[in-house]
């Protein structure tokens, strides 16, 4: 059985040291006894550092929004991987909807990126979906094709083991529209397809592939319970001690 983890991901929030680990804080004690859930906080770069002290000794594990392709060089604004290893980062987000939407990033640049970080030994978690008019012309399943033929070119078996997969229908997020479990599901079969295609039974099996479209306290349970959703990739609803905390115990139910 495929372990679920629950990623927090606070976008631009909560980029004071003080107050993220003034959250953490409260979440640690509340999470301790929890082992079969894995749990990642990626807090903005400038709370990094601050986080991955409160975190030391704890099963929560450290992650990042994002990372560039190269190490090192004249390339402003950018965080290297090397910096995210050096200070305790054990995963990376990558291809987020934000960061192909806003920043236009595509699948190439993310196939690089995500190359980079296998390399580094950060466990990464990509991120697919389509917007509300693909949904809506009938089109999900070729964007989702298109973006894993894409995204993972040139990925072995025993990297893709270790990547996540993050399902993102945009058209579920902060819009007031929402997918049902059944939709969801449907999707991450339809990866779990595609993956098999690629590759083999045994590695589409293990092959964790998160939720990412608005997940709340009060719908995460019957998410998680469906048989190809390995827990989820947290927006809003990680800012906040309680509503995390009641999601992550959501996954940690269905493992009972």
């Not at 002290?53 to 392709?69: C, D, P, R, V, W």
């Not at 987020?96 to 978690?125: G, V």
């Not at 990925?155 to 993102?168: C, G």
């Not at 058209?171 to 590759?199: D, N």
């Amino acid at each position: 059985m495929r372990k679920p983890i629950i990623g927090g991901n606070w976008k631009m929030n909560r980029g004071s040291p003080a107050e993220a680990s003034e959250m953490l804080k409260q979440l640690i004690p509340l999470v301790k006894d929890i082992q079969s859930v894995d749990i990642v906080i990626s807090p903005p770069f400038t709370a990094l550092y601050a986080v991955k002290e409160i975190l030391e000794s704890t099963n929560i594990k450290l992650g990042a929004q994002n990372m560039y392709f190269e190490e090192k060089g004249a390339y402003t604004g950018e965080i290297s991987p090397t910096f995210l290893k050096a200070i305790g980062c054990e995963y990376v987000i990558l291809g987020h909807s934000e960061r192909r939407n806003i920043f236009k990033e595509t699948d190439a640049l993310i196939n690089k990126k995500l190359k980079k970080a296998l390399s580094m030994d950060l466990s990464p978690i990509v991120c697919i979906g389509e917007h509300l008019e693909e949904r809506e012309a009938g089109k999900t399943k070729e964007i989702i094709q298109t973006q894993m033929d894409r995204t993972f070119k040139e990925i072995t078996r025993e990297e893709m083991i270790r990547t996540v997969i993050a399902y993102e229908p945009i058209w579920a997020i902060g819009t007031g529209k929402t997918a049902t479990p059944e939709q969801a599901e449907e999707i991450h079969a339809f990866i779990r397809e595609l993956l098999t295609q690629r590759y083999d039974k045994e590695t589409t099996d293990s092959v964790r592939i998160q939720y990412g479209g608005s997940i709340k306290p009060n719908n995460a349970e019957e998410l998680f319970r469906q048989g190809n959703i390995d827990g989820g990739l947290v927006g809003g609803a990680s800012l906040q001690v309680d509503s995390l905390f009641a999601i992550i115990k959501a996954a940690d139910k269905t493992r009972l």
